[in-house]
Nanobody, 126 residues
Framework: HVQLVESGGGSVQTGGSLTLSCVGS????????MAWFHQGPGKEREGVAA???????IYADSVRGRFTISQDNANNTLYLQMSSLKPEDTAMYYCAAGSRYFCYSLAWSRTTNFDYWGQGTQVTVS
């Protein structure tokens, strides 16, 4: 059974930084493509970044250069380091796990390609 628990959200001023964490079930990173999604008010959920255990990393154009996805395999923790935050980054952020194939696919940002989800953590930028 796959479990994902996010933390680290909060309120931050424009230009500030925040790091989100997602603790997963044991050995999850070796089995799944891990990703961060966000969903702003009145918007659809969309992919932010994804990472595979073999080192592949993908970023949405809107966050490339500002956000960094990483994983600590020993502690089953996925991170999203966010810097130069903008008001438009305000959203609920979700951790997700899906087939490793999607970490190498242009379809990586589709919610339907990920099978397991955390409960989300809110990020507010003002």
């Amino acid at each position: 059974h796959v479990q994902l628990v996010e933390s680290g959200g909060g309120s931050v001023q424009t230009g500030g930084s925040l790091t989100l964490s997602c603790v997963g079930s044991q050995d999850i990173f070796s089995r799944y493509c891990m990703a961060w999604f966000h969903q702003g008010p009145g918007k659809e959920r969309e992919g932010v970044a994804a990472a595979d255990v073999d080192g592949a990393k993908i970023y949405a154009d809107s966050v490339r250069g500002r956000f960094t996805i990483s994983q600590d395999n020993a502690n089953n923790t996925l991170y999203l380091q966010m810097s130069s935050l903008k008001p438009e980054d305000t959203a609920m952020y979700y951790c997700a796990a899906g087939s490793r194939y999607f970490c190498y696919s242009l379809a990586w940002s589709r919610t339907t390609n990920f099978d397991y989800w955390g409960q989300g953590t809110q990020v507010t930028v003002s």
